[in-house]
């Protein structure tokens, strides 16, 4: 079992759908970050966080520590936010990035 | 354009080869990251520096080897290079001594194929 688990895998979606992206992990963390990889490979830090929630544009993370769970969610999605999400926790014990395998999104207009 | 530069974009070898890739972080920030990027693994921390020394170490091979310039450059060198090696290779940079808490600025990678 992989200590950072996502999903949904896959996610399509039609333009403006509320779009949500799970993350659970089992280590402990310091942070999550969540991280966006586009179609040609480029990768954009979206949000590093330790508790509580973060909000830019249109997207939301939140996180629960308690529960090992962090959520990414898209509001009024568009065609441009087709890309791959990835979640990566911060080893608290080991001070390693741990990624998860990801999410790819498409969008439909 | 995050503002961290990395050379090559593409890179073809054979096996048992010996690579440098390179990374120009963004402007103040002395910490660089490495992450290795593979079909078959996702994307992996290697191993990140702050201010020209090693900070943090994931699952780097012994064949590779990095280290971090008096200008802030990095350079992460792979030598006897295998086909399991082909991935893409990004470099990250932030103002952080550690990985926590603070942006990290991505590289547009470099593309390796070991043939």
């Known amino acids: 079992k992989n200590e950072v688990e996502q999903s949904p895998q896959n996610l399509t979606a039609q333009e403006g759908e509320f779009i949500t992206i799970n993350c659970s992990y089992s280590?402990?963390?310091?942070?999550l970050h969540w991280l966006q990889q586009h179609p040609g490979g480029g990768i954009v830090s979206l949000f590093m966080l330790s508790s509580g929630k973060k909000k830019h544009g249109r997207l939301i993370a939140t996180i629960n520590i308690q529960e090992k769970h962090s959520s990414l969610h898209i509001t009024a999605s568009h065609p441009r936010d087709s890309a791959v999400y990835i979640c990566?926790?911060?080893?608290?014990?080991?001070?390693?990035?741990?990624f998860g395998t990801g999410t790819r999104l498409q969008v439909f207009p | 354009d995050s503002g961290v530069t990395q050379t090559p974009k593409h890179l073809i070898t054979a096996t048992g080869q010996r690579v440098t890739l390179r990374c120009s972080p963004r402007?103040?920030?002395?910490?660089v990251y490495w992450y290795q990027q593979s079909l078959d693994q996702g994307l992996q921390f290697l191993i990140q520096?702050?201010?020209?020394?090693?900070?943090a170490k994931g699952n780097i091979l012994e064949r590779f080897s990095a280290q971090q310039f008096p200008d802030l450059h990095s350079e992460l060198n792979l030598s006897s290079l295998e086909l399991g090696d082909s991935a893409l290779y990004f470099c990250a940079s932030s103002v952080a001594t550690s990985l926590e808490f603070h942006e990290q600025f991505f590289g547009p990678g470099t593309r390796l194929t070991v043939l």
């Open positions: 520096y702050y201010n020209g020394e090693e900070r």
């Open positions: 990566a926790a911060l080893s608290y014990n080991t001070d390693k990035l741990i």
């Open positions: 280590v402990g963390i310091s942070a």
């Open positions: 402007s103040g920030d002395l910490s």
